[in-house]
C-alpha cells in the first residue's frame, strides 16, 4: 500500500511517502514560512522523487493534532482535497502518538510526548511500550504543567520528546530528578505519522475526506471569543 502522509501541526512540517511501513521518502522542512506556502510543493517533489503521482497513492495519513490550529486545519484540509478528488481513505493520527512513536524502541518504556500549547498549558500524555503494545498510561489532552507533571510515576524513568522539552525542562527535572530522560531525536514525524497511519488503514479504520476531523483537546482562540 502506498501511503502519503503529511504533518503540519508545529513548525516542523514533514512529508512522507511509504509503502506499507518502509519508508521511500521524505521531505522535512523548518522556516518561517507558512505552511500553506510550502506543503503543495513539497508534496509535489516528494512524489517527483519517486516518479510517482497523486493518482499512484493508495491511501493517505495525516496528524490531526494536537498543535499549531492553522497548522492543522492547512495539513486537514489538504489531505481532505486529495482524498476526495482521489476516493481514497485516510488515516488520522495524533501528533502526541507520533512523537511518541520515535522513542518506541528505545530502553525506557514509559515515553511522554510534550508540545508547549501556549496560554500556560501543554499538550501531552504519557505513554508506555510494552513490545509491540502501546498503552495510554494518561490520557492525551492539554495540561497546566504543574497538573500533569504531578501525576508522572516519579519512581519510574520517563523520556520525553517534543518541542516543549526544553521549555519545561527545569519543571520536569523538579518533579523527576534523575528519572526524566531527554534523548535526542529529529522533531520531524512525517515517517511516523505514515506508520502509525498504516495501522489503522490494515484494521480498516480509514476514513473518507469529509470524515476527518481535528484533534484540538482545546477551544480555538476563536471560539473563545465567541
Known amino acids: 500500500m502506498l501511503i502519503l502522509a503529511l504533518d503540519t501541526t508545529t513548525a516542523t512540517g514533514s512529508v512522507a511517502l511509504l509503502e ?37 497513492i493508495e491511501a493517505f495519513a495525516v496528524a490531526a493534532g494536537p498543535g499549531s490550529f492553522t497548522g492543522i486545519r492547512i495539513g486537514l484540509s489538504t489531505v481532505k482535497a486529495l482524498a476526495l478528488a482521489s476516493g481514497r481513505p485516510v488515516a488520522p493520527v495524533s501528533t502526541l502518538e507520533a512523537l511518541a512513536l520515535k522513542l518506541k524502541d528505545s530502553q525506557v518504556r514509559l515515553v511522554c510526548p510534550l508540545l ?44 520525553f520528546i517534543g518541542n516543549g522539552t526544553d521549555v519545561f525542562r527545569e519543571k520536569i527535572l523538579a518533579y523527576l530528578r534523575d528519572k526524566a530522560r531527554f534523548p535526542s531525536r529529529s522533531p520531524f514525524i512525517g515517517y511516523e505519522v505514515g506508520r502509525l497511519g498504516y495501522d489503522l488503514l490494515k484494521r480498516g479504520r480509514g476514513r473518507r475526506g469529509d470524515e476527518l476531523e481535528p484533534l484540538y483537546f482545546r477551544r480555538s482562540q476563536a471560539e473563545e471569543r465567541r
Do not use: W
Open 116 to 159: 508547549d500549547a501556549k496560554k500556560g498549558e501543554i499538550f501531552t500524555g504519557l505513554f508506555e511500550f510494552l513490545g509491540e503494545r502501546r498503552e495510554e498510561v494518561i490520557p492525551q489532552g492539554a495540561y497546566k504543567p504543574d497538573e500533569f507533571f504531578s501525576r508522572l510515576p516519579d519512581h519510574r524513568v520517563i523520556s
Open 20 to 56: 506499507n511501513t518502509r519508508l521511500l521518502a521524505e521531505i522535512n522542512t523548518l522556516s518561517g514560512t507558512s505552511h500553506s506556502a510550502r506543503l503543495l510543493r513539497s508534496v509535489d517533489e516528494l512524489l517527483k522523487l519517486q516518479s510517482l503521482s497523486v493518482r499512484n
